[in-house]
């Protein structure tokens, strides 16, 4: 298992929106549809926002979406918040009942 | 709502085993898998096992293979770690973290406090 990469920063301004990639290769991200994000703020325990590639978890905002396509999963957030700025971690199956994290995110709200 | 509660912060010298407890309340304990994830200071998650506690057999992240072993006790609630071989870069916070049924695949929505692991002489 290798941890899939995702660029260690990303940002935006309040309102507007961001992208965070995530890949993988075949046997983790392109062959599963079990790509979950979490986010965690400073000093907390990590918080599930997506799950199965596009669900959100009840109780998440419409603000989180994501995505997948081949290798690559995407978590998309809308409409900037002081409150996003965190660091967000991807995670996939990766076979033989093991998962794999991404490296993480650090998000800034300009 | 699963909750899980871990044992206390440990301090070891290197070589020496650790051994981490978790204990759920809440949900049906062994119809979900428990996870154990470290995070080293300032570093990012890393996956070191699993359990799905009414099946049984563990399953580990390939770097820990022959160091951890993972293992539940359904009628006591509780999922143990265990990591040997103790170094320097095993300093971390370990979690236990329940997911969402038996798939690990599935997300994890509960996640016990954490229990911070040194290693140090």
């Known amino acids: 298992q290798s941890a899939l990469t995702q660029p260690p920063s990303a940002s935006g301004s309040p309102g507007q929106s961001v992208t965070i990639s995530c890949t993988g290769t075949s046997t983790d991200v392109g062959g599963y549809d079990f790509v979950s994000w979490y986010q965690q703020h400073p000093g907390k325990a990590p918080k599930l926002i997506i799950y199965?590639?596009?669900k959100r978890p009840s109780g998440v905002s419409d603000r989180f979406s994501g995505s997948k396509s081949g290798n690559t999963a995407s978590l998309a957030v809308s409409g900037l918040q002081a409150d996003d700025e965190a660091d967000y971690y991807c995670?996939?199956?990766?076979?033989?009942?093991?998962?794999?994290f991404g490296g993480g995110t650090k998000l800034t709200v300009l | 709502q699963v909750q899980l509660v871990q044992s206390g912060a440990e301090v070891n010298k290197p070589g020496s085993s650790v051994k981490v407890s978790c204990k759920a309340s809440?949900?049906?304990?062994?119809?979900?898998?428990i996870n154990w994830v470290r995070q080293a200071p300032g570093q990012g998650l890393e996956w070191v096992g699993g359990i799905v506690p009414i099946f049984g057999s563990p399953n580990y992240g390939q770097k820990f293979q022959g160091r951890v072993t993972i293992t539940a006790d359904i009628f006591a609630k509780t999922a143990y770690m265990e990591l040997s071989s103790l170094t320097s870069e095993d300093t971390a916070l370990y979690s236990c973290a329940g997911g969402q049924g038996y798939h690990y695949g599935s997300g994890i929505p509960y996640w016990g406090q954490g229990t911070l692991v040194t290693v140090s002489s």
């Open positions: 995670s996939s199956y990766a076979g033989s009942n093991t998962l794999t």
């Open positions: 199965e590639v596009t």
């Open positions: 809440g949900g049906t304990f062994g119809n979900y898998a």
